[in-house]
């Protein structure tokens, strides 16, 4: 038997950055944009809680051999 399972969750993730003080609140933006889309935060992010939105299993009929 072969079943599908779907799972939809929400995965927050956490990561501490060091950035400048005295900054203006579009400037830190800024930064923090710019480290997520280079991809330089990726390795600070840590899973930090996993809530599944729903989960669903559905049975696949395979269909029988003949012999």
Do not use: C, W
Request: no cysteine.
């Amino acid at each position: 038997m072969k079943i599908v399972v779907q799972v939809v969750e929400k995965v927050y993730q956490e990561a501490h950055l060091d950035i400048p003080d005295g900054l203006t609140e579009a400037a830190i933006r800024q930064i923090i944009t710019d480290r997520y889309n280079s991809g330089e935060i990726t390795p600070d992010l840590n899973i930090f809680q996993v809530k599944f939105e729903s989960i669903s299993a559905t049975i696949v009929q395979q269909p029988q051999e003949v012999t």
